[in-house]
């Protein structure tokens, strides 16, 4: 697909790589020359310097032939503008990025009246990847499918837990019908586990389930789940404002630690329900005083990598709550591996991941749109969830019949509601939403899953 | 320097090279040329090479600029070694060092002949001189990347940007294999409407083809010893109309194609292009009229001479040798010109000198006006400041590379004009220089130190310089 990008910061150039990758033709609109410079000469994309509210720079770009235009320059306003322009002179499908608050609150008429086709918010879906996290404190990630009735749960195999040693083909008599193990991280290694397949303690694996059968299951292998009352969040910006109105909303005490006393204001104003304190989120002294020690949950989410490192390390050590922490640029993941830091969020990410997905279903032929795309360790593994259109050719037979490739594994299937556990002698359904893990990243539709 | 993945690259090269080299041999067939075997016996030893090198996948693919750059240079030598060979032991050239000259002038659309006779040498070898003048003008390695998937994560990007001429790549589409694929189609098109006016013209397939490829590719290549004086008007305006389009930015076309007209016709680089012919044209068909006798003839001659010269093609109507010196001077001044960047053409490209210019005319508005801010525009974007470094760069590397050969050739004892104009018209791969080098005559008297430092010279002009030049960089080569 012919896919135009305005703004190539830290989220276009992230969008732009993986859309390459995905072999589609991209075009970037980027108004400094050195930054363009630099992913045109490290991505195979074309690069166009200018002004992206430009019709000239637009027309340029070929705006009038693509399919897609993906606005993600650093202010909202040009953003929108640059999808209404390309709206008006192409036939183009537009994306934009909003992020500010106040337009975020009335992005639905924003959306029809500038006919954008969506809008991502990195921060606002980061903050729902760390409520989400926040609520089942034992996960090291939570994915949602399924509009929330299914999670798909990554959690690290304790000392002692029957897990350890266990063979995948008790798992079901030993542990239980609802819960299905799609992913084994074991030392360096990723892989979908097949019957022979042995959990260790230390391993890290990612299990779906029903919403309803988790806190069963975490206790079934050792987990011990509490639940999260009082949280504190460093860094008042709009992924910790977007933070604590949704845990607020929860009951959830929030404490925000912000540097900027002008922000600070400006928050008390906004959360009144939230406790705010001025100061630097890196100051220990400040934080003994805030009583850290006791919080349930701590989260680093100021905009410097850094300084979320630095603090999260310093909340493990000092407490022993559920410490999440924001990290902005990728190459850092690598690195920070080995480090107690808790739960990484990456809004950055997350944000690609919806682009994505959404560049996956228009290019989908089948109508088995991708609902749900989610891209986890390290881009390794591709979760994603289906809904099964009239004409797919998965429903032809039971899965057992069906020749499905190796690398992929159906994890669940959701029909009206209820969770089914795919076994051999189940078969999909038209309208059923399906979740499939694969370790080949790329899938468009449900029928590629056949070998 | 990542050995393993230029190992691997190579390999590649080498398998394509040896499916080029079955070409002649079938045209070899054709005309039951016994020259043919050798091709082919080439061709097999190369594909074994090439799929020895392939055999183990390197376990580090990371590929970067300086890989790019060593990459397209050291491929650029090895194709022209590997060319000479059959010519050489099938006896049909017994020197290896004039056939590798013959090949490295094909192959980097020189046209400069070091070969006393060219009429009877066999089809194959005709046609294999012509096809690689046809070959290296659009690049081999552009050639190569249209068919094959990505060779490494970004390595096509810097093979495509080190082997395309001028001071700026820019892509015409988003993708660089459509990008390579549209370029070669335009060429291939254009060739192909040349071949048929040929044919019109009453000459044979064999001829029309391989003066067509000679001509796609401002090659240079001629299979008669006398050059073009012998074909007819229609034949040379043929080809002096088509010399002209080859020597245009490709990105011309491509807007006409999707039929941007009026941003194609914004090209600066293409107007002052033919500003610059048409005025050069007429100047030399005044100067020339008592020669000629005709307005018709001279501006014909004249025309044609030009194109030949600024596309860096190197045919001849004329033996311009014998022509004014005003026109001899104006004809060298027009070879370090060269052609547009972005066509087939060689020399510095007009784009080059368009920045040089207004850089000079900029700096006297600033002697004028010391506080003035004013950026260089070209198309009506800013050029920045790397591009204008990086051109004038070239320019002191170009002078330099250039003094020394001079010097190198000079131990020859030829007279002043040949020495400098062999060089001159080597560098900036135009085949043809004057004096004993002219249009007359070739270059099989010169030595085989001259011939080498020539040889170099054609390489370093065609990929402008600095991958040749980085090969002599010790760091280049650090693990």
Redesign the interface.
């Known amino acids: 697909m012919?896919i135009v990008i305005a703004g190539c910061g830290g989220v276009g150039g992230t969008i732009a790589e993986q859309l390459v990758q995905e072999g589609h033709?991209?075009?970037v609109i980027e108004r400094d020359?050195k930054v363009l410079q630099n992913v045109t000469?490290?991505?195979?994309?074309?690069g166009i310097?200018g002004n992206c509210t430009s019709i000239a720079v637009q027309d340029e770009a070929g705006v009038k032939n693509a399919d897609l235009l993906i606005a993600v320059t650093n202010h909202d306003e040009v953003n929108m503008l640059t999808c209404l322009i390309a709206r008006k002179i192409g036939r183009c499908q537009t994306i934009a990025r909003v992020r500010s608050p106040q337009y975020f609150n009335e992005i639905g008429y924003i959306r029809d009246e500038l006919g954008l086709s969506m809008a991502v918010n990195p921060e606002y879906a980061a903050a729902q990847e760390m409520a989400r996290l926040i609520q089942i404190p034992s996960a090291l990630e939570v994915d949602s499918f399924a509009k929330g009735h299914v999670n798909m749960i990554k959690v690290e195999i304790p000392e002692g837990s029957i897990l350890d040693q266990m063979k995948i083909m008790d798992f079901r008599s030993k542990v239980g019908d609802d819960a299905l193990v799609c992913i084994v991280e074991h030392d360096q290694e990723v892989y979908i586990p097949n019957g022979s397949s042995v959990f260790h303690a230390g391993d890290k694996i990612s299990v779906t389930m029903p919403i309803y059968a988790m806190n069963a299951f975490l206790t079934k292998i050792g987990i011990k789940a509490k639940s999260i009352k009082r949280v504190m969040i460093a860094g008042g910006g709009k992924l910790g404002y977007y933070l604590a109105h949704i845990l607020l909303d929860a009951r959830i005490q929030v404490k925000i630690v912000e540097r900027s006393e002008e922000r600070c204001v400006e928050l008390s104003d906004l959360l009144p329900k939230a406790m705010i304190i001025h100061g630097e989120a890196t100051d220990k002294q400040l934080l003994l005083e805030e009583d850290v020690e006791s919080m349930d949950s701590v989260v680093a989410a100021t905009d410097q990598d850094e300084e979320n490192l630095l603090m999260a390390l310093y909340a493990h050590k000092v407490t022993d709550a559920k410490v999440i922490t924001r990290i902005n640029r990728l190459s850092i993941g690598e690195v920070i591996g080995d480090l107690s830091v808790g739960s990484v969020v990456t809004p950055m990410n997350i944000t690609a991941g919806y682009i994505i997905r959404y560049v996956r279903s228009m290019q989908n032929s089948y109508g088995s749109n991708v609902e749900t795309l989610y891209r986890l360790v390290d881009n390794k593994v591709e979760a994603l969830e289906f809904i099964v259109g009239e004409n797919a050719k998965v429903m032809k037979d039971t899965l057992a019949n069906l020749n499905i490739r190796k690398d992929v594994m159906v994890c669940c299937i959701s029909r009206h509601k209820k969770v089914i556990r795919p076994g051999g002698q189940d078969q999909i359904q038209a309208g059923d939403s399906v979740i499939v893990v694969t370790t080949r990243p790329g899938l468009n539709g449900i029928d590629e899953i056949l070998d | 320097m990542n050995y393993q993945i230029l190992r691997y690259i190579l390999g590649l090269i080498l398998i394509f090279e040896a499916v080029f080299l079955l070409l002649p041999g079938l045209v070899a067939a054709i005309y039951g040329e016994p020259c043919g075997w050798w091709f082919l016996a080439t061709a097999a030893v190369v594909v074994l090479i090439g799929f020895a090198l392939r055999i183990k996948k390197p376990t580090n693919m990371q590929f970067h600029?300086r890989e790019g750059l060593v990459l397209v240079s050291m491929s650029w030598i090895l194709i022209s070694l590997i060319s000479a060979v059959p010519m050489t032991i099938s006896g049909v050239v017994p020197s290896y060092i004039d056939a590798l000259f013959e090949m490295v002038s094909g192959f980097t659309t020189t046209g400069a002949s070091a070969l006393t006779s060219v009429e009877h040498l066999p089809h194959a070898i005709n046609f294999w001189r012509c096809f690689s003048n046809w070959n290296g003008g659009m690049g081999v390695i552009v050639f190569i990347m249209m068919i094959i998937p990505k060779a490494a994560s970004?390595a096509?990007?810097y093979l495509m940007r080190a082997e395309s001429p001028g001071p700026s790549f820019g892509?015409l589409?988003?993708?660089?294999k459509?990008t390579a694929r549209t370029l070669y189609l335009m060429y291939i098109g254009l060739t192909l409407i040349q071949l048929i006016l040929l044919l019109c013209g009453g000459l044979s397939f064999f001829e029309s083809l391989c003066i067509a490829m000679a001509t796609a590719g401002t090659g240079g290549f001629g299979i008669r010893d006398t050059g073009f004086s012998m074909y007819s008007s229609y034949v040379q305006i043929v080809v002096t109309v088509f010399m002209f389009l080859f020597g245009v930015n490709f990105k011309f076309y491509f807007l006409l194609i999707m039929r941007k007209i009026k941003e194609a016709f914004a090209i600066e680089e293409v107007f002052w292009y033919t500003i610059l012919f048409a005025v050069a044209s007429i100047l030399i068909a005044i100067d020339i009229f008592p020669i000629a006798g005709t307005i018709g003839g001279s501006l014909k001659h004249a025309s044609f001479q030009v194109a030949t010269v600024m596309t860096t093609t190197g045919f001849a109507t004329m033996d311009f040798n014998a022509w004014p010196i005003f026109s001899q001077v104006l004809l060298v001044l027009l070879m370090f010109v060269g052609a547009c960047a972005g066509s087939t053409g060689g020399g510095m490209k007009v784009s080059r000198f368009i920045i040089y210019i207004k850089s000079a005319l900029k700096e006297m508005a600033t002697l004028l006006h010391p506080n003035s801010v004013k950026k260089i525009k070209m198309d009506g974007?800013?050029i920045?400041h790397e591009t204008i470094r990086s051109a004038n760069i070239y320019l002191i590397i170009y002078v330099m590379l250039m003094a020394v050969s001079i010097i190198i050739v000079s131990l020859d004892q030829f007279d002043l004009v040949t020495t400098v104009t062999s060089v001159i018209a080597t560098f900036n791969n135009i085949g043809p220089g004057l004096g004993a080098v002219g249009p007359a005559g070739n270059f099989h008297s010169l030595s085989i130190l001259s011939k080498l430092v020539l040889i170099f010279d054609m390489l370093t002009g065609r990929l402008e310089i600095f991958p040749i030049v980085i090969l002599f960089v010790r760091d280049t080569w650090k693990k």
């Not at chain 1, 000469?41 to 074309?46: E, F, G, K, N, Q």
């Open positions: 012919k033709a991209v075009t020359n000469s490290r991505i195979d994309a074309m310097q | 600029g970004n096509n990007m892509k589409v988003p993708k660089l459509t974007k800013i920045d």
